[in-house]
């Protein structure tokens, strides 16, 4: 049997491997009241039919995510992109439910509006390696693979190249005349992506691409319409770089400085209850 001297000890032991395995992963799921908005700096060439006039001018853009409830343990997100010229006139308006794991952040089926697959958000722990991801930017998914590591403001982030192809965003551009009812809008895009890896969140991101008319009836390539480049305004790569310190320093003092320092008392409790006489009781 333990002596009392030892309870502390074993008490603060208990303590280490609650916070690690039980109150970690619950405080680092996404909340349930998560929302997040992102805006963006974008220049476009476009027209709106095959033989109009090329028009180019800049765009305003901002990506909304919003949980609008949680079931178990997946949150339903309204994820939508709003892209209007800066007198407010839409360009490209996608809206979505999606399903999303609040754990590991990936799309789950039958919970969204349509069944999607890889990420959501990135995960926490990001790894080196490729991830498929689908969020509210695009209509469709895209693969984004690890590159390098690099330092924004201090920071050490992962660097991913990205790449979408024949990704269907006609239901982004119903704003445009003969869309859908005679013109698919199918996009190509590369990109970015700046990721804090203990937190996932992305601190910056740039992204360029075109979209072309497909013929609905047929499906061959008709004309090129609009071609755009886009990146984080300094203001929303300030909001997410003090998101990711924040969130990067709650998962560290979870899953490890404070299990690690109640691991440290509990062995400091031990020595010096060893080092007292009485210390065992025999039954």
Same mark, same amino acid.
């Given at each position: 049997?333990?002596?009392?001297?030892?309870?502390?000890?074993?008490?603060?032991?208990?303590?280490?491997?609650?916070?690690?395995?039980?109150?970690?992963?619950?405080?680092?799921?996404?909340?349930?009241?998560?929302?997040?908005?992102?805006?963006?700096?974008?220049?476009?060439?476009?027209?709106?039919?095959?033989?109009?006039?090329?028009?180019?001018?800049?765009?305003?853009?901002?990506?909304?995510?919003?949980?609008?409830?949680?079931?178990?343990?997946?949150?339903?997100?309204?994820?939508?992109?709003?892209?209007?010229?800066?007198?407010?006139?839409?360009?490209?308006?996608?809206?979505?439910?999606?399903?999303?794991?609040?754990?590991?952040?990936?799309?789950?089926?039958?919970?969204?509006?349509?069944?999607?697959?890889?990420?959501?958000?990135?995960?926490?722990?990001?790894?080196?390696?490729?991830?498929?991801?689908?969020?509210?930017?695009?209509?469709?998914?895209? #693969?984004?693979?690890? @590159?390098? !590591? =690099?330092?924004?403001? &201090?920071?050490? *982030?992962?660097? %991913?190249?990205?790449?979408?192809?024949?990704?269907?965003?006609?239901?982004?551009?119903?704003?445009?005349?003969?869309?859908?009812?005679?013109?698919?809008?199918?996009?190509?895009?590369?990109?970015?992506?700046?990721?804090?890896?203990?937190?996932?969140?992305?601190?910056?991101?740039?992204? #360029?691409?075109?979209? @072309?008319? !497909? =013929?609905?009836?047929? &499906?061959?390539? *008709?004309?090129? %319409?609009?071609?755009?480049?886009?990146?984080?305004?300094?203001?929303?790569?300030?909001?997410?770089?003090?998101?990711?310190?924040?969130?990067?320093?709650?998962?560290?003092?979870?899953?490890?400085?404070?299990?690690?320092?109640?691991?440290?008392?509990?062995?400091?409790?031990?020595?010096?209850?060893?080092?007292?006489?009485?210390?065992?009781?025999?039954?």
């Amino acid at each position: 049997m333990l002596s009392r001297q030892f309870i502390p000890s074993f008490v603060l032991l208990l303590l280490a491997i609650i916070i690690r395995f039980q109150i970690a992963p619950w405080a680092n799921q996404l909340p349930a009241e998560y929302s997040n908005e992102t805006r963006y700096s974008a220049d476009v060439r476009f027209r709106e039919t095959p033989g109009a006039v090329w028009q180019e001018f800049p765009l305003l853009a901002r990506r909304v995510d919003q949980v609008l409830l949680v079931s178990g343990a997946v949150a339903i997100i309204q994820g939508e992109s709003h892209w209007t010229t800066e007198d407010g006139t839409p360009t490209y308006e996608p809206v979505g439910l999606y399903g999303v794991h609040r754990r590991t952040r990936l799309n789950v089926d039958g919970y969204g509006d349509i069944n999607r697959s890889g990420q959501y958000l990135f995960p926490p722990h990001l790894e080196k390696k490729t991830y498929l991801y689908w969020d509210p930017y695009y209509l469709g998914p895209r #693969t984004a693979t690890f @590159d390098h !590591v =690099d330092e924004v403001e &201090g920071l050490t *982030v992962y660097v %991913f190249n990205y790449l979408g192809t024949g990704i269907d965003d006609t239901a982004g551009y119903t704003v445009l005349p003969d869309v859908p009812e005679r013109y698919q809008a199918i996009s190509q895009a590369q990109g970015k992506l700046w990721i804090e890896p203990v937190s996932g969140i992305v601190v910056d991101m740039e992204d #360029t691409g075109v979209t @072309d008319f !497909v =013929d609905t009836a047929t &499906g061959e390539h *008709v004309a090129d %319409f609009y071609h755009w480049t886009a990146r984080y305004t300094d203001e929303t790569r300030w909001d997410q770089l003090m998101q990711a310190r924040s969130t990067r320093l709650r998962i560290l003092a979870l899953e490890t400085w404070l299990p690690l320092c109640a691991l440290l008392l509990a062995g400091v409790w031990s020595i010096v209850s060893l080092s007292r006489p009485g210390r065992i009781t025999r039954r």
